[in-house]
């Protein structure tokens, strides 16, 4: 069992930063793949950001290549979705999730075991 919480959300205006958290508890953050996942007012979730185990590999989105960048601190569990030069479009409900099958990185939302209630971005135009 896996407890996700996000934190970092918040109201940002166009070009601005932002960086999300993501404490997990009740199993060693070592043991999963994570992933950063957003879902906009009458949209499908979709993926944003993934990292493997270790943190060797990342996997991006193309609207959010070169802008955000997800790192893990497994010493201190917890994941990071750092995002620059953030766009209107970026606004949305944005989550975490944790994959305890896979070495490397799903981008799938029906791959991951556990999710976070999620943190809400909004970036004003």
């Known amino acids: 069992q896996v407890q996700l919480v996000e934190s970092g959300g918040g109201l940002v205006q166009a070009g601005g930063s932002l960086r999300l958290s993501c404490a997990a508890s009740?199993?060693?953050?070592?043991?999963?793949?994570m992933g950063w996942f957003r879902q906009a007012s009458g949209k499908e979730r979709e993926f944003v950001a993934g990292?493997?185990?270790?943190?060797?590999?990342?996997y991006y989105a193309d609207s959010v290549k070169g802008r955000f960048a997800i790192s893990r601190d497994n010493a201190k569990n917890t994941v990071y979705l750092q995002m620059n030069s953030l766009k209107p479009e970026d606004t949305a409900d944005y989550y975490c999730a944790a994959d305890l099958k896979i070495w490397g990185v799903a981008t799938g939302v029906s791959e991951y075991d556990y999710w976070g209630q999620g943190t809400q971005v909004t970036v004003s135009s």
């Open positions: 990292i493997s185990r270790s943190g060797g590999s990342t």
């Open positions: 009740g199993s060693t953050l070592s043991m999963c793949a």
